[in-house]
């Protein structure tokens, strides 16, 4: 298993889910209908299967500043006894910047794994030996994603997707690195 | 339960395997990955008794099976194992259901038995639909779905699948997959898997890599 | 359009020089035994213009199996036609090419043909020669255009099978006109409207062409009904494949068994004749000249085979792989050759004894009957059994076929 410390493959979903602006995602959320602020946690983590759950102080953070900048507006509060609860609404503007969210395109940036990257760049030929385990690595969580998909429900398959097909990039690349390591070293 | 050692095979110069031993268990699913051209192909088909190889033996359940007749042999291939190419390869004159029927009448049960045990098989990888149409009526993924059927109605011991996805898309690649392990596990039978795509390969148990006909080192676990 | 076909021929491979060779050489045949054959019609001879009949016969399956080797030779090159068509020919422009292709090599073929009979006939009438080339010619340009009409269908070089009729008004007409036309020859001799005595010999020719035509189609139909049912009803899987290869393609099997079902028309018919009447000697000589026609018109059905193994060779391949016998797969040969030749040799004898006894009704003994009918009986055997033969005979182009490789070449 020490393998697999090299570089988690599982790094992956969670930079790309913080690259992503949480706030959005809770405005397409809110979209469907209005929610409190605990179902919406529990629809992300379920929708966003794969990725960090978020913790209720983000989402509580993120919601008051949805409100502030106007996307956001709460619908009702109600208090049965047990704690107060919260319900939240999207506004006119919200659905506007959801909007013009959802319709921007994301930079085509290469999402080079850092650390596996920079390993190779450093270290050259000699790097050969690295890659070879870092396949196994992949390999073997790819075989672990493929084994969830058969049981998951929609959402995991998706999420299993996903990361399947950017590790099968990674080890694509890894692959013809090890080829053209080794058409150089034939013609040294 | 199958067992090669030592395998090579050349094409004239061309030396398309080295010396390779691979182990396969019961109802194990192994990959055989590596660039084409690796001898992938050329392994199955020594595996699979299609070939004879140049030296080395193939061993099935303690039996040496690449020194048998070729009357033997071919019966042996007929009744122990499977076989999907990356095309199907199915008669095209002939429906789906009689395609999968065709290797059960050639081990000589009856027609209707036969027929039978093929519209359960298309049932089972859902191209039930498609039991009485030609082959080129159907779409590539419905054909591997009958070419899994044809391979498994005999309850083969070894299913030997050379790049079964290899003319399909992502998703058709995929139902293809699931279904024929689906159906191996279901019967018993291990696979073995030629292939050089990484998604698929991630389907087996575990992965032999070939490089120039030989087992790339250090990669098995 | 030369320069295309000049580019082809570059690159062709060795048995497509065969095929050539073997069209150009049918083509020559053809030529020598028509024009002998319109040497010795002498209508005042009863046995001579039945010797001239009988080589006219024979001329048939040769050029019968020049159209069958037009036809292999675009199996053997639908790729590189495929590719030209997606290079952006029109289908005209393919069916052009062979049509340029088949009237050439007719041509060549036809004039060594001419030749030869120049030499060893000297005496003999040269004015039928030129006639007889440009007829070869012409038959080859129509033969060899024909002959691609399955690729021409599609530029992905997938050869569509064409749909199978059943049998229509048209074919019937062919036929009939056919029946007329000999008729007419036989009948008025020498005394043909045009041309005399070559006018006749011409009107038959024609007449045996366009019997030959409407014969095909009506076993066409013949042959897929008869396949159908047997498929249904096989037990056996090598029967099960023989009778759905026929079924799927029973136009192929029709063709080249035409000559086939002519040989037995004919050798019952004149069988239900010897029974009664005289001309043993023309008779006898009828008889050869049959065995003949059904020697040369297994060159076609060996020319069929080789054409339908192309066809069926990765299948096959996949098969015998999966483990199928290949004693298995020669046994779907010789059933696929049976069933598709029992219906017809049977139809084809029957035809022949039902034309003489009925013609001759008036006249006819029951006790002749014993005899037509086994000669009938005879002659559907030895026409079902020649193609079974023949289909034996294809046993180690089936090993070539079955051999791995055939698998590793990519669609
Ligand atoms: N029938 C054959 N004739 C000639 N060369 C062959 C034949 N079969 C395989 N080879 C050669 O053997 C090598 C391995 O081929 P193969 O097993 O098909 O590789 P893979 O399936 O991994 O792509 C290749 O170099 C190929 O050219
Ligand atoms: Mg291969």
Aim: aromatic share 4%; charged share 20%.
């Amino acid at each position: 298993m020490g393998n697999r410390a090299i570089s988690s493959p599982r790094l992956f979903i969670e930079c790309i889910v913080v690259i992503m602006s949480t706030g959005h995602v809770l405005l397409g959320l809110l979209a469907e209908r209005p929610q409190h602020g605990y179902e919406l946690k529990k629809e992300h983590d379920q929708r966003l299967a794969g990725a960090k759950p978020l913790a209720y102080g983000q989402v509580y953070a993120t919601l008051q500043r949805l409100e502030r900048d106007g996307f956001a507006e709460v619908a009702e509060t109600r208090q049965e006894g047990g704690p107060e609860r919260t319900l939240y609404a999207i506004t006119e503007e919200g659905r506007a910047e959801l909007e013009r969210w959802l319709g921007t395109i994301e930079p085509p940036a290469p999402y080079v794994a850092g650390g596996l990257f920079a390993r190779v760049a450093v270290a050259g030929k000699a790097a050969d030996g690295y890659l070879v385990r870092q396949r196994e690595a992949h390999l073997a969580r790819m075989r672990e994603l493929t084994a969830e998909k058969a049981s998951g429900t929609p959402a995991r398959v998706l999420a299993a997707d996903y990361a399947l097909q950017h590790l099968d990039a990674d080890l694509r690349w890894i692959e013809t690195a090890l080829a053209r390591m080794k058409e150089e070293g034939d013609h040294a | 339960m199958l067992e090669a050692r030592g395998l090579s095979k050349s094409f004239g110069r061309a030396r398309a395997l080295d010396g390779v031993s691979v182990e396969i268990a019961p109802g194990e699913v192994v990959a055989v990955t590596g660039p084409s051209g690796a001898g992938k192909s050329t392994l199955l088909h020594c595996l699979a008794g299609v070939l004879r190889p140049e030296s080395g033996e193939v061993v099935l359940d303690g039996r040496r099976i690449d020194t048998l007749g070729e009357a033997e042999l071919t019966a042996l291939r007929r009744q122990s194992f499977g076989i999907v190419f990356q095309f199907g390869e199915l008669v095209p004159e002939l429906s789906a259901v009689e395609n999968v029927a065709l290797p059960l009448l050639f081990n000589r049960h009856g027609r209707g038995e036969a027929m039978a045990a093929a519209a359960e098989w298309l049932e089972r990888l859902e191209v039930a639909d498609c039991a009485d149409q030609r082959i080129g009526e159907l779409s590539g993924g419905q054909r591997q779905r009958v070419a899994v059927a044809r391979a498994l109605v005999t309850g083969p011991r070894v299913v030997f699948a050379d790049e079964p996805t290899g003319a399909l898309d992502t998703l058709g690649g995929e139902q293809v997959m699931t279904a024929m392990l689906g159906a191996a596990r279901a019967g018993g039978a291990a696979v073995v898997l030629v292939t050089h795509d990484n998604r698929v390969a991630a389907y087996a148990d575990r992965e032999i890599t070939l490089r120039d006909g030989a087992v790339l080192a250090g990669v098995n676990p | 359009m030369i320069t295309v076909l000049r580019m082809l021929n570059r690159g062709r491979s060795r048995p497509e020089r065969v095929r050539a060779w073997l069209v150009g050489a049918g083509a020559g045949v053809a030529a020598f035994l028509v024009c002998t054959a319109v040497s010795l019609a002498d209508f005042r001879d009863e046995g001579g213009s039945l010797t001239g009949l009988a080589l006219a016969l024979l001329a048939l399956p040769v050029a019968g199996l020049v159209h069958q080797a037009n036809r292999l030779a675009t199996a053997t090159r639908e790729r590189r036609l495929a590719a030209l068509r997606l290079a952006g020919a029109a289908p005209g422009d393919v069916r052009r090419l062979g049509a340029l292709e088949g009237g050439w090599l007719a041509l060549t073929g036809s004039l060594a043909g001419s030749v030869v009979y120049a030499l060893t006939h000297l005496p003999g009438p040269l004015a039928p020669v030129p006639f007889v080339v440009v007829l070869m010619t012409a038959g080859g340009v129509v033969s060899g255009a024909r002959a691609g009409r399955d690729v021409i269908a599609s530029p992905l070089g997938v050869t569509r099978r064409p749909r199978v009729r059943g049998p229509r008004v048209r074919d019937l007409l062919l036929a009939l006109t056919g029946v007329a036309l000999l008729v007419a020859g036989l009948t008025l001799k020498g005394g043909f409207p045009i041309g005399g005595k070559y006018g006749t010999a011409v009107a038959m020719a024609a007449g045996m062409v366009l019997l030959l035509f409407g014969l095909t189609m009506a076993a066409t139909w013949l042959i897929r009904a008869c396949a159908a049912r047997i498929g249904r009803r096989a037990r056996s899987p090598e029967t099960l494949l023989a009778a759905r290869l026929v079924e799927s393609d029973p136009r192929a099997w029709a063709r080249a068994l035409s000559v086939v079902g002519l040989t037995v028309f004919f050798g019952a018919g004149s069988g239900a004749q010897q029974a009664g009447t005289g001309y043993w000697h023309a008779h006898a000589l009828i008889d050869v000249a049959l065995l003949l026609a059904m020697l040369t018109s297994a060159a076609a059905l060996v020319v069929h085979q080789a054409e339908e193994l192309i066809d069926l060779r990765r299948s096959f391949a996949a098969l015998a792989a999966a483990g199928v016998p290949e004693r298995s797969l020669g046994r779907v040969l010789v059933r696929q050759a049976a069933i598709a030749a029992l219906p017809v040799c049977a139809v084809a004898a029957a035809a022949g004894v039902g034309v003489v006894v009925f013609s001759v009704l008036d006249i006819y003994q029951a006790r002749w009957l014993v005899w037509a009918l086994t000669r009938a009986v005879a002659m559907t055997g030895i026409g079902v059994l020649t193609a079974m033969l023949v289909a034996l005979a294809a046993r180690p182009l089936l090993r070539g076929a079955l051999r791995l490789e055939t698998l590793r070449a990519g669609r």
